[in-house]
């Protein structure tokens, strides 16, 4: 299985910049997708196709790469933006999901 | 709107098995697919399944055959799934999430508890 690699935890503040990385273990192309999910909550997409803004997402979130290296980027972050956000991936069988990034609003 | 309905909470005894459901509506269920995960608290997010509700055509995570049994009823926009054999390794959240052609998941349901404890 490609097994997604991401970092357990990060600190910001509001207004600041924040990248999240996700490496995969083999290529997906630009089969990536990022999740945020809350508490309590089901995961809600952010951006597709590693690069592409789901309808209704505010802009301060994008995304980039390709084959193995991935980011989310959230600028600027708002406190509302605490969360776990994951990546998915389904260039390769099964899909797979990163073990997730936890954001702290400073 | 899109939306997907799961059942309630499911405390269940181990070795039995639990029919969970998911409940669509605002979109064209027959001619869609649907999937499932699970997710312990704290923890990822796993894939279980999908299934095509067109004809029934299921495609499993290889770690979840035998587990996991995807149906769904097409005169009531339901999916299914069957949890057979429950062991306390199987409490977890699951949720059903319609699936794109791209293979990201673009509306989810609630999720359900499921405690598997004697």
């Known amino acids: 299985d490609t097994v997604l690699t991401q970092s357990p935890a990060l600190a910001v503040s509001p207004g600041e910049r924040v990248t999240i990385s996700c490496r995969a273990s083999?290529?997906?192309?630009?089969?990536m997708h990022w999740y945020q999910q809350k508490p309590g909550q089901q995961p809600k997409l952010l951006i597709y196709?590693?690069?592409n803004l789901e309808s209704g997402v505010p802009a301060r979130f994008s995304g980039s790469g390709s084959g193995t290296d991935f980011t989310l980027t959230i600028d600027p972050v708002e406190a509302d933006d605490t969360a776990t956000y994951f990546c998915?991936?389904?260039?390769?069988?099964?899909?797979?999901f990163g073990s997730g990034t936890k954001l702290e609003i400073k | 709107q899109v939306k997907l309905q799961q059942s309630g909470a499911e405390l269940v005894k181990p070795g039995a098995s639990v029919k969970l459901s998911c409940k669509t509506s605002?979109?064209?269920?027959?001619?869609?697919?649907m999937s499932w995960f699970k997710q312990i608290p704290g923890q990822s997010i796993e894939w279980i399944g999908m299934?095509?509700?067109?004809?029934?055509?299921?495609g499993y995570n290889q770690k979840f055959k035998g587990k996991a049994t995807l149906t769904v009823d097409t005169s009531s926009s339901t999916a299914y799934m069957d949890l057979s054999s429950l062991t306390t390794e199987d409490s977890a959240v699951y949720f059903c999430?319609?699936?794109?052609?791209?293979?990201?998941?673009?509306?989810w349901g609630q999720g359900v508890m499921v405690t598997v404890s004697s």
């Open positions: 605002g979109y064209t269920f027959s001619t869609s697919y």
């Open positions: 998915q991936q389904s260039w390769n069988d099964p899909f797979t």
């Open positions: 196709g590693a690069s």
């Open positions: 999430a319609r699936p794109h052609w791209e293979g990201y998941f673009d509306y």
């Open positions: 083999e290529s997906v192309s630009t089969g």
């Open positions: 299934i095509y509700a067109g004809d029934g055509g299921t």
